[in-house]
């Protein structure tokens, strides 16, 4: 059974970067049979995807968020991580990690860790 647990800072300040990392356990990241990626919901809003890395370690990302936004892996760990820059209180959220069965479709999310950024 896959299990996906995102860990990282629930408050950084403003203009600094926030790096968060998924671990997986139950299926290698390098299985090609999936992809994952990096999902946020704002408070009262939707979610929004942010990118995602493939079993290849190839990398897309929300034209929106790609000037700010690095997905990378390692996968001796089995975990992908996100860092985000330039961060404002606009990217205070709920940062979820999932794995992508196809395109906008996925079958398992962490549990989401809140980031907020403030001063």
């Known amino acids: 059974q896959v299990q996906l647990q995102e860990s990282g800072p629930g408050l950084v300040k403003p203009s600094l970067t926030l790096s968060l990392t998924c671990t997986v356990s139950?299926?290698?990241?390098?299985?090609?049979?999936?992809?994952w990626s990096w999902i946020r919901q704002p408070p009262g809003k939707g979610l929004e995807w942010m990118g995602v890395?493939?079993?290849?370690?190839?990398?897309d990302y929300n034209p929106s968020l790609k000037s700010r936004t690095s997905i990378s892996r390692d996968t001796s760990k089995n975990q992908f991580s996100l860092q985000l820059s330039s961060l404002t209180p606009e990217d205070t959220a709920v940062y979820y990690c999932?794995?992508?069965?196809?395109?906008?479709?996925?079958?398992?999310w962490g549990q989401g860790t809140q980031v907020t950024v403030s001063s």
């Open positions: 999932a794995r992508g069965v196809g395109v906008g479709a996925f079958d398992s």
């Open positions: 139950g299926v290698s990241i390098t299985s090609n049979l999936y992809a």
């Open positions: 890395i493939a079993y290849d370690g190839s990398t």
